[in-house]
T-cell receptor, first 110, second 115 residues
Framework: AQRVTQPEKLLSVFKGAPVELKCNYSYSGSPELFWYVQYSRQRLQLLLRHISRESIKGFTADLNKGETSFHLKKPFAQEEDSAMYYC????????????FGAGTRLAVHP | DTEVTQTPKHLVMGMTNKKSLKCEQHMGHRAMYWYKQKAKKPPELMFV???????INESVPSRFSPECPNSSLLNLHLHALQPEDSALYLC??????????????FGPGTRLTVL
């Protein structure tokens, strides 16, 4: 089965603290994984994809095939990072089908 | 124009009404998608259009009828909906329907309420 699990519904941290949003996946074969973010009253947008191995807004995510994880990390959280974060897996079948996790709401307090 | 637009922003309809949602993109993308997002839940894929042809229907009830009149436009026709169909309906597009590096760009959504 193809599945994405985000175990935390809410992650609450103080400004400047490190952040790790967890994502685990279930997939046969080589997965393609993404992090999408939805800020308050804004549209869903791509934050990171594992293929490009980039850092966006200070966030990084590493694919760990052994642990089937793709956790999102940032060393020092900012208040503007408060948002809903979705981990997503590109499903099999030849089309650009995204399977989303349940999402984690990140709240960064001053 | 580098955005996906959706109209209307909000829609309230009765169970006997017929209405349509509209999605538009002018980025030259050849794949377009409809998602349904219930409150506090992730988006769930409904349909995928590839080069204006329906490629994926995720077992969506026939009261939802998608249409892709041209490469820039995607409609979702609604008829005889149920209150449980109330949700945020998201449209997205990507440059190609498959392959890597195909970021999906999302619209702001239409919030639908069925009375």
């Amino acid at each position: 089965a193809q599945r994405v699990t985000q175990p935390e519904k809410l992650l609450s941290v103080f400004k400047g603290a490190p952040v790790e949003l967890k994502c685990n996946y279930s997939y046969s074969g080589s997965p393609e994984l993404f992090w999408y973010v939805q800020y308050s009253r804004q549209r869903l947008q791509l934050l990171l994809r594992h293929i490009s191995r980039e850092s966006i807004k200070g966030f990084t995510a590493d694919l760990n095939k052994g642990e089937t994880s793709f956790h999102l990390k940032k060393p020092f959280a900012q208040e503007e990072d408060s948002a809903m974060y979705y981990c997503a897996l590109r499903g099999s079948g030849g089309y650009n089908k995204l399977i989303f996790g349940a999402g984690t709401r990140l709240a960064v307090h001053p | 124009d580098t955005e996906v637009t959706q109209t209307p922003k909000h829609l309230v309809m009765g169970m006997t009404n017929k209405k349509s949602l509209k999605c538009e993109q002018h980025m030259g993308h050849r794949a377009m998608y409809w998602y349904k997002q219930k409150a506090k839940k992730p988006p769930e894929l409904m349909f995928v259009y590839s080069y204006e042809k329906l490629s994926i229907n995720e077992s969506v009830p026939s009261r939802f009828s998608p249409e892709c009149p041209n490469s820039s436009l995607l409609n979702l026709h609604l008829h005889a909906l149920q209150p449980e169909d109330s949700a945020l309906y998201l449209c997205a597009s990507s440059q190609e329907p498959s392959g890597s590096y195909n970021e999906q760009f999302f619209g702001p959504g239409t919030r639908l309420t069925v009375l």
